[in-house]
């Protein structure tokens, strides 16, 4: 069973930037790739970004040249770097593992991934 706690959210004005980290414990962790989601009231959940086993990161159209995923194996972390931030990136963060295996492939379906963190709110006034 994998556990992840995200954290480093909060308020932040637009045009700001924001720093979200990722704890995982209970896996071996350098075997997953790991994603981030969001869900903003009323919404769907939507990808933002993914990396995978060796590091080779996808984002989604909306925040891709303004946010920046990394992992650290010896540490079992991935953060989410945001910057130039927008109202519309308003949401609740989760931090999701697919246990998929080490694959390249990345998936943007949150039912691709197998366990998630509580989420953490980002919440960007304008």
């Known amino acids: 069973q994998v556990q992840l706690a995200e954290s480093g959210g909060g308020l932040e004005q637009a045009g700001g930037s924001l720093t979200l980290s990722c704890a995982a414990s209970?896996?071996?962790?350098?075997?997953?790739?790991m994603g981030w989601f969001r869900q903003a009231p009323g919404k769907e959940r939507e990808f933002v970004t993914a990396?995978?086993?060796?590091?080779?990161?996808a984002y989604g159209n909306a925040v891709r040249g303004r946010f920046t995923i990394a992992r650290d194996n010896a540490k079992n972390t991935v953060s989410l770097q945001m910057s130039s931030l927008k109202p519309e990136d308003t949401a609740v963060y989760f931090c999701?593992?697919?246990?998929?295996?080490?694959?390249?492939?990345?998936?943007?379906?949150?039912?691709?991934?197998?366990?998630w963190g509580q989420g953490t709110q980002v919440t960007v006034s304008s």
């Open positions: 999701a593992a697919d246990s998929g295996g080490r694959r390249t492939t990345l998936y943007t379906s949150p039912g691709r991934y197998s366990y």
């Open positions: 990396i995978n086993w060796s590091g080779t990161p």
């Open positions: 209970g896996g071996i962790f350098s075997n997953y790739a």
